[in-house]
């Protein structure tokens, strides 16, 4: 099970942190990914790190401004997002998929077996 949390409504420029917590399997062994969907788009990749943590990937558009992170004793991933945009809106879930102890970087949806509910983000201009 994985649960999102830290949304919520930012004025442009502004910062949030969202939390994942994972429970019901080995968390440190598996890779982690956050997407988001906006009103009417397809579901995207934003980030994901391997399962050490010792890895990470970004989409283009938030690379440089959002950092993922995960803390295994505490079975929790982090995306810490800077610089907020309008554009940035969206539901953002996180996931959870793949072989243990992977190497490769997963940025498809379809690598992703367990996802969360998701928790809304809204940037104000």
């Known amino acids: 099970q994985l649960v999102e949390s830290g949304g919520g409504l930012v004025q442009a420029g502004g910062s949030l942190r969202l939390s994942c917590a994972a429970s019901?399997?080995?968390?440190?062994?598996?890779?982690m990914g956050w997407f988001r969907q906006a009103p009417g788009k397809e579901r995207e990749f934003i980030a994901t790190i391997n399962w050490s943590g010792g890895n990470t990937a970004y989409a283009r558009t938030v690379k440089g401004r959002f950092t993922i992170s995960r803390d295994n004793a505490k079975n929790t991933v982090y995306l810490q997002m800077n610089s907020l945009k309008p554009e940035d809106t969206a539901v953002y879930y996180c996931?959870?998929?793949?072989?243990?102890?992977?190497?490769?970087?997963?940025?498809?949806?379809?690598?992703?077996?367990?996802w969360g509910q998701g928790t809304q983000v809204t940037v104000s201009s």
């Open positions: 996931a959870t998929g793949g072989p243990q102890f992977a190497i490769a970087l997963m940025t498809r949806r379809g690598d992703y077996d367990y």
């Open positions: 019901g399997r080995t968390f440190s062994n598996y890779p």
